[in-house]
C-alpha cells in the first residue's frame, strides 16, 4: 500500500502488478534467475524525481531536503519498519532500554539510598517489563517519522525495493514482503511476493542499513541464543542471570553494562581483541571495566570461540573457547558486527557490488559507481551512527540538486556541504560518538594513544565529578572530563568524558573545538552553577596550570 502524501493532487488508481515470484531474498541462483525473469515484462507505473530505499535517518533527511526544494519524493520501506534500524532495533529501542533499566533499578539514586532501593519493590523485574517502556517509545517514534515525512509531501511505499535490469539503471519493483524478520532472518515466511508496482526514477538513494551479522553454526532462536534484534522481540521472558556477551564493541558494550546493573545478573564479556571499545580513549575505557567489574562483570579478551552447545533441558548456554575455557550460561547475546542489507536489491541489475560485509563504495558526494544512484548511513560502512547518516543523507541530496546540469546556482553551494564533510568526517574531526554504557562515555577528536602514535605532543586537563557540586547531587557517582590539548597553542585537540550526562556536555568541546577555540576559553567564560558543564572550566583550570608549571620550570632552567 502506498501512503498518500497530503496535499498532492490524487493520482489515477495503479493496477497491482501480481506476479508469482519468489521470495524477497530468493536462495539460489535459478530462483533468482526467475524472480528477475518475472519483473522483466512487468512496466513502470509512475515516475518520481528521487526515489529512497529504506527509511532510516539517512533516507528521511535525503528525502526531506529533496521535498523541501520542489522534488516529487517516494520512500520505500516494509510498513513494520518505517523510521528504519534507529527506531526498532537500533539506537531508539536501544537507549530506551537503557532508560526502562536505570529507572526500574533506580541505578541513579542508589548513591543516596543504598544498593536495595529499587522501583519494583524487591520484584525482579522481567524483560517485558522492560520492553513495555521500549515499545512505547518505538510507537511514537515511528508515527513522528511518518508524519514528518507525510507533512513534507514524501510518498511512503510499503514493501521492499528491487533493481529491475534497464540499461538506463532508472527502474525498480516494489515487493510486497512486509516482514522485516523475514528480510532479516533470511528464513522464507511465505510461498509468493508479490510484485506490487514498478517506479521510475531520475535519481536513487540506497539506504538500506544493517542486520546483525550471525555466526554460521550457532542456532538463534531468540531466547537461549539471541542478536541484538531478537532481544527486543520478547522471546526472552526473564532476565538472564548469567549472560554471555560475545562481542566488546559498542552494541556489546552497552548491552552488557545495562544488564549488568539488574540485580542477581552476572555478564560475561568475550572478545577476540586486547582492548574493550577500542575507538574509546584507554582511561575512559579502563574506567568503564573497572565500574562494571565492581559489579560482577568479567572480561576474557583475545579469546576466540571454538563451538557453543545448548542445553535444552537445562535452558543453559555452554560456549568452548579455544584456549580451553568453558563458560557456561542462562543466555548468549551475540554482537560480532553487522552486514550490509543489500540482498534482495539485485545490484547486479545496475551494475553495483557490495563488500563482503554488504557495503557499498561511494564517493565524497555519496555516488556509486553509477552517478545517480547514491548512497549513505550504515550500508556505506564506518563510522555507521544515526547522527553522521542523518547528514550523510541531507549532503547526498544537496549533491543531487546542485549538481544538476539546470542548477545556475552551483558555486553558491557552501562547501561545507560538500565532499570536505566527508574528507573531516573519516578523520573523526566533525562529529562526536556518544556510548550508552552504563556510566555512559562519549568523545570528540583524538585519544592520547592515537596522538601518541602520530607522535604529536599535548597535555591533558582533567575534572572529576566529584569534584562538581552537581556530581555530588548526583550521588557522587564517578565520571570524569579530560581535555587534551596542544601545550603550545592551547588548542582543543581531544575531549573524553565518561559519567552521567556525558553524552550531552561534550558537545560544549566540540564546538570549542570546530571553532578553533583554545583552553582560554574555559577561563574566561562563566558557566551555570551548579552543573556538570562546569567540568569544562575545572578541567580547563587544570590544564592551563600545568603548562604554566612548565613555563615555570623552562624558565628557572
Ligand atoms: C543496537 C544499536 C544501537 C545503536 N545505537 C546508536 C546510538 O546510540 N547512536 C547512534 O548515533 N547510532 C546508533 N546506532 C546506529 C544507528 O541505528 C544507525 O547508524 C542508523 O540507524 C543507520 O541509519 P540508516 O539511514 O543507514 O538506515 P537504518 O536505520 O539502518 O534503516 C534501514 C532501512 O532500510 C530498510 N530496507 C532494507 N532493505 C530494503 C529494501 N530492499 N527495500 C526497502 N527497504 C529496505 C530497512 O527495513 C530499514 O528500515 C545503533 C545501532 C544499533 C544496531
Ligand atoms: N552508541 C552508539 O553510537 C552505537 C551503539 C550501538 C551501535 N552503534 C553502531 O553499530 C555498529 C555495530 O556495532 P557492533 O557492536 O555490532 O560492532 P563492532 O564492530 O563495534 O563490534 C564487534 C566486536 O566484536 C568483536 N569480534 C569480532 N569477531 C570476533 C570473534 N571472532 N570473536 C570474538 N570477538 C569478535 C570485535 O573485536 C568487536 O569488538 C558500531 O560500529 C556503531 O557504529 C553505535
Known sequence: MM??????????????????????????????????????????????????????????????????????????????????????TGTIPSK?????????????????????YSATSGKRMSVQDILDRVQKVEGAEMDLTRNQLLRNGIYLINGTARFLPDPEKKT?????????????DGQRHSDANICKRVLTADKFLISVGTRPARHPNMDFDGELIFDSDQLLWGALKTVPKRLIVVGAGVIGMEYAAMISIIPGTQVTVI??????????????????????????TRFLTEEVIDFVEKREVEKEVVVHLKSGKVLVGDALLYTQGRQGNVTGLDLDAIGLEANKRGYLE?????????????????????????SVSMEQGRLASVHMRTSEPTNKNRSDVDPYETSHFRTRMRSGEVFPFGIYTVPEISMVGKSEQQLTKENVP???????????????????TPGFLKIIFCPTTLKLLGVHAIGEGATEIIHIGQVVMSTGGTLEYFRNAVFNYPTLAEAYRVAGLNGLRKVEAMQAESTAE
Open 271 to 296: 572478545d577476540g581483541r586486547k582492548e574493550i571499545l577500542e575507538m574509546a580513549d584507554k582511561e575512559v575505557s579502563d574506567a568503564l571495566c573497572y565500574s562494571m567489574r565492581q559489579r560482577g
Open 3 to 88: 501512503m498518500m502524501a497530503r496535499g498532492r493532487r490524487c493520482r489515477a488508481a495503479v493496477p497491482v502488478l501480481r506476479a508469482s515470484l519468489s521470495t524477497e531474498a530468493p536462495k539460489t541462483a535459478a530462483a533468482d534467475e526467475s524472480l528477475t525473469n518475472a519483473l522483466r515484462n512487468l512496466r513502470a507505473s509512475e515516475h518520481f524525481d528521487l526515489v529512497v530505499i529504506g527509511s532510516g535517518p539517512a533516507g528521511q533527511k535525503c528525502a526531506i531536503d529533496s521535498a523541501k526544494h520542489g522534488k516529487k519524493v517516494a520512500i520505500i520501506d516494509k510498513k513494520d519498519m518505517h523510521g528504519g534500524v534507529c527506531v526498532h
Open 362 to 386: 561511494v564517493n565524497n558526494n555519496f555516488q556509486t559507481d553509477v552517478p545517480h544512484i547514491y548512497a549513505a548511513g550504515d550500508c556505506i560502512g564506518y563510522p555507521a551512527l544515526a
Open 96 to 116: 530506551t532500554f537503557r532508560e526502562a533499566v536505570l529507572h526500574l533499578t533506580a541505578h541513579r539514586h542508589k548513591g543516596f539510598y543504598g544498593n536495595s
Open 458 to 476: 599535548y597535555e591533558v586537563g582533567v575534572a572529576r565529578y566529584e569534584e562538581l557540586a552537581k556530581g555530588q547531587m548526583l550521588g557522587g
Open 172 to 184: 525498480i519493483a516494489v515487493l510486497s514482503n512486509d516482514s522485516y524478520k523475514e528480510a532479516t
